[in-house]
């Protein structure tokens, strides 16, 4: 993670991928750090004074985010996710239409990519533990059990076994559960916090809160 204090050349280009110095000076101004630079290559130094925005430079350092990621949006995402335990059991179609209702759109697949960042760095965990089963047809979501949610899928392979189109199938199945479109059956994982990085969660929490201040604060 980037700090307030004097870096060597050497520790910039290993962090940035870069051994251009004009390359990290240009990549510290676009992301609203302030710094001064001294000394000739290989022996120059950063004295990095001010970061201006540290949840985008955490992310992008620290969780492997492109430059040109919508923060504002991944910042409230990752606000819900680390503070909100039913948040992080919906479905990413669920969690799209509240976002939408809240006049803050953030489509299913952004959601998703977000969550991939924390679990490609352990910060959550979606590959195991519980399940949460649900149909989904359009826009319209229902919980179900994992019963209802097995028993689906046994009914519509005993009617394709039985000769049924896969659109009759399908149609049988909304009929039966109440218009839920079979291909949408789906189980959600449930996100899970990384218990060795309470401490990591309290920090972006705190950036989080920086940044939406900061947003407050310039409108």
């Not at 980037?2 to 520790?11: G, K, P």
């Not at 992301?31 to 990095?48: A, N, Y």
């Not at 590959?127 to 019963?147: M, N, V, W």
């Not at 916090?193 to 409108?219: G, H, K, P």
């Amino acid at each position: 993670m980037l700090e307030v204090r004097t870096y060597s050349y050497a520790e910039l280009s290993e962090m940035m991928g870069t051994r251009d110095p004009q390359g990290i000076c240009n990549r510290l101004k676009r992301w609203g750090v302030v710094f001064t630079k001294s000394g000739r290559k290989p022996d120059i130094t950063f004295q990095i004074t001010e970061i201006t925005d540290p949840f985008k430079v955490f992310c992008i350092l620290d969780l492997g985010c492109p430059a040109q990621t919508d923060f504002n949006k991944m910042a409230n995402v990752f606000y819900c996710i680390l503070n909100d335990e039913q948040f992080r059991e919906l479905p990413d179609e669920r969690l799209e239409l509240l976002f939408a209702r809240q006049g803050q759109p953030v489509s299913r697949q952004t959601i998703s990519n977000y969550f991939a960042y924390l679990e490609k760095n352990n910060l959550i965990n979606r590959t195991g533990g519980d399940c949460k089963y649900y149909f989904a047809r359009e826009a319209t979501l229902r919980e179900a059990s994992q019963e209802e949610y097995k028993q689906a899928w046994h009914e519509y392979w005993q009617a394709r076994h039985e000769g049924h189109t896969s659109r009759t199938a399908i149609a049988a199945m909304c009929a039966r559960h109440g218009g839920v479109a079979l291909r949408f059956a789906r189980k959600q994982p449930v996100a899970v916090l990384n218990a060795f990085y309470l401490d990591t969660y309290d920090m972006l929490n705190d950036m989080i809160c920086q940044r939406v201040q900061a947003e407050a604060n310039s409108n």
